[in-house]
């Protein structure tokens, strides 16, 4: 699979997946239609899937413009009600065929109580959508902590070298955040480091790995004894640790 990835909105990603042998092309959430169009015009690749997370209006707003007879949109069944266009509906432990490749999905609650996740075991690719962020986790306006660390917990098993695909830039302020969560980590020094460059020169610090995350991301490390010290909690469950984490960051 190749993808193309490519800023739109004020911070949003979008991503196309391209499969060369079948020329299937997915977009990943289509969070304006003429981003997307100028994507495929960029790559020369036709569009032939679209695949929802969650029914925000920067993830769905260029899905009624896009969506035609030669396109599949995929979505979650919970959220059926909520993104008009879905094709086919799915949820946890469902896959789809794209590309001659599976699609594995998660229901991932917590940002959104419909949003799922999908993962390419064979290309090694996870799109989280507004889950997942690098060094970050989506707000939690129709979930609980509890909801976000079993979907968190569900993207930090798969293999570390996995790239994760998220919804949004955030990466520098979640990184100043981060080294506050969790002051004595070195390889999150270093990151915030490299992030700092890579922003102040317009580079995309997208698509992060799973690996990345297990040692830098205090939301994936709220299990860990070093967050939840920093967090004034010894000993308290990753639940608690990453509701009072999501919380300083909320003002942060
Ligand atoms: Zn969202
Ligand atoms: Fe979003």
Redesign the pocket.
Request: charge should be negative.
């Given at each position: 699979m190749e993808t193309h990835l490519f800023r739109c909105l004020s911070d949003n990603y979008g991503v196309l997946v391209h499969d060369p042998d079948s020329g299937e092309t997915a977009s990943i959430d289509v969070p304006e239609e003429a981003a997307v169009r100028k994507a495929l015009a960029d790559t020369g690749w036709t569009l032939t899937h679209i695949f929802i997370t969650?029914h925000?209006a920067?993830?769905i707003g260029g899905l009624a413009a896009l969506k035609g007879p030669d396109v599949t949109v995929i979505g979650p069944r919970k959220d059926e009600a909520r993104i008009p266009g879905l094709d086919i509906l799915v949820h946890e432990g469902d896959s789809v065929v794209f590309g001659g490749e599976r699609v594995m999905v998660f229901e991932t609650p917590g940002?959104?109580s419909g949003h799922v996740t999908y993962w390419m075991p064979e290309s090694g690719l996870v799109f989280a959508g507004?889950t997942l962020f690098a060094m970050g986790c989506?707000r939690l306006f129709e979930g609980t902590p509890a909801d976000m660390w079993a979907s968190l917990s569900k993207i930090a098993a798969l293999p570390p070298q996995t790239k994760v695909f998220c919804?949004h830039e955030y990466t520098l302020s979640n990184a100043r955040f981060a080294v506050t969560a969790d002051p004595t980590n070195a390889a999150l020094k270093a990151r915030l480091a490299e992030v700092e460059k890579k922003t102040a020169a317009g580079i995309p610090t997208v698509p992060t790995t799973v690996g990345e995350e297990l040692a830098t991301n205090p939301f994936v490390r709220a299990n860990t004894p070093e967050v939840a010290a920093a967090m004034g909690m010894p000993g308290a469950s990753p639940e608690k640790v990453l509701a009072e984490v999501r919380a300083r960051k909320d003002s942060f």
């Open positions: 969650h925000h920067d993830h940002h959104t507004d989506g919804g």
